[in-house]
């Protein structure tokens, strides 16, 4: 059973960075597209971007000057980085895997089947 | 960026209810959407994909519909461990993005 366990830094000053890992426990991590999402406190979920196994990404444009999200396959473990945190950053980032499967004949990325515990994080000086 | 409105945002019900949520996306999205329950300090659990199809392990009470812009998930008899916020999802195009959620509560 795939299992996706996230850690990094819980508090964070305006204007650092952001750094999480999340390493893929149990599963292929190949053929997948992993996630990151977050949700702020009280609201709703944001997605923040993906990348593959072979570093192929993409990210949401709100946030993508400052976004990075990277691969190492050797460790099986995908990471976000966000830079010039503000008190707006401050929430519950999630990583998640994207199922990859056939419905109706079609090959397509259809939902977020595994994720991780969640890591809180606050911006605050 | 495709936007999702669920309605309703919030829904008082009782055990046994049947209990339907709509998700409206502001562009077709044919049936890449997924349907997430969530607990409080939880991680979303993902219960339907592809609009229709039930995630392995998820009870038979949850079922989803629609396609285009209209979608619907239905619990068929409300047990207590239901109560929670479902999120809507579309995964159609870039940027991904998620139903500002509806809470489902005890009454």
């Known amino acids: 059973q795939v299992q996706l366990q996230q850690w990094g830094a819980g508090l964070l000053k305006p204007s650092e960075t952001l750094s999480l890992t999340c390493a893929v426990y149990?599963?292929?991590?190949?053929?997948?597209?992993w996630s990151w999402i977050r949700q702020p406190p009280g609201k709703g979920l944001e997605w923040i971007g993906e990348?593959?196994?072979?570093?192929?990404?993409n990210y949401n444009p709100s946030l993508k000057s400052r976004v990075t999200i990277s691969v190492d396959t050797s460790k099986n473990q995908f990471s976000l980085k966000l830079s010039s945190v503000t008190a707006a950053d401050t929430a519950v980032y999630y990583c998640?895997?994207?199922?990859?499967?056939?419905?109706?004949?079609?090959?397509?990325?259809?939902?977020?089947?595994?994720w991780g515990q969640g890591t809180t994080v606050t911006v605050s000086s | 960026d495709i936007q999702l409105t669920q309605s309703p945002s919030f829904l008082s019900a009782s055990v046994g209810d049947r209990v339907t949520i709509t998700c409206r996306a502001s562009?077709?999205?044919?049936?890449?959407l997924a349907w997430y329950q969530q607990k409080p300090g939880k991680a979303p659990k993902l219960l339907i994909y592809?609009?229709?199809t039930l995630q392995s392990g998820v009870p038979s009470r949850f079922s989803g519909s629609g396609s285009g812009t209209e979608f619907t998930l239905t619990i068929s008899s409300l047990q207590p461990e239901d109560f929670a916020t479902y999120y809507c999802?579309?995964?159609?195009?870039?940027?991904?993005?998620f139903g500002p959620g509806t809470k489902v509560d005890i009454k």
């Open positions: 562009q077709g999205i044919s049936s890449y």
């Open positions: 149990g599963g292929s991590f190949s053929g997948y597209y």
């Open positions: 999802q579309q995964l159609n195009s870039y940027p991904r993005t």
């Open positions: 998640a895997r994207v199922q990859v499967t056939m419905v109706r004949g079609a090959r397509g990325r259809y939902g977020m089947d595994v």
């Open positions: 592809a609009a229709s």
């Open positions: 990348i593959n196994h072979s570093g192929s990404t």
